[in-house]
């Protein structure tokens, strides 16, 4: 007989993603062992391995769990009725508030999406591309005759604009939201109007 799914299954499964990235993102993911994530979750080993059957396994559902659903945030930002300039201004505000709560899942994902097979790089690679077509179409609105033909320069410009946002919330997580609000209008002043704009 198929052994029923307790009721408690995605609670549990929960606990053990978020857990295991605080482990993997403070201990490494080489160091880690599955005793050591059983003890992070306050259950048995045994426990662990009915959910997972490696560490491969837990680390992939973190990544994939993290990037759909932060895909799924920043590509579901209503723009409705903005022009190019607004639609910076809100997207940098959302895209901000995104990464909050989410350290741990955000420095493994530096390091993780590398370690796993090809085929499920190709998923989680596919969702951090539709975050940055998604903001790249931006950008490119802003500015068509400068970046509506150049596929290089836009890449550039988006992963720019990337780049400052996730070096803020690298540097200051714990930020409060008038903070954050204050620092996506300087990322999106400074990417429409240059230092003069701050």
């Known amino acids: 007989m198929a052994r029923t799914i307790a009721k408690d299954h995605d609670k549990k499964r929960g606990l ?3 857990n295991a990235a605080k482990v993997f993102a403070t201990e490494g993911f080489d160091r880690a062992s599955m005793t050591q994530l059983a003890e992070a979750c306050g259950i048995s080993k045994a426990n662990i391995y009915h959910y997972y059957d490696s560490k491969d396994a837990i680390l992939y559902d973190i990544l994939e769990t993290y990037l759909s659903e932060l895909r ?27 990464y909050q709560g989410s350290d741990y899942e955000h420095r493994v994902q530096i390091d993780g999406v590398g370690r796993l097979p090809e085929e499920q790089q190709i998923v989680l690679r596919g969702y951090q591309r539709d975050m940055v077509v998604f903001l790249g179409n931006i950008l490119r609105d802003i500015a068509p005759d400068a970046l509506g033909n150049d596929k290089v320069k836009l890449r550039s410009a988006t992963m720019s604009v990337f780049g400052m946002l996730n070096w803020y919330y690298m540097w200051n997580s714990g930020a409060g939201n008038e903070a954050r609000e204050a620092y996506a209008k300087i990322v999106a002043d400074l990417t429409l ?6």
């Open 72 to 98: 799924d945030l920043i590509c579901g930002i209503d723009l409705a009725g903005l022009s190019p300039d607004e639609r910076l201004y809100r997207a940098a505000h959302h895209i901000l508030f995104a």
């Open 193 to 198: 109007n240059g230092l003069k704009g701050i």
């Open 16 to 18: 053990i993603l978020s």
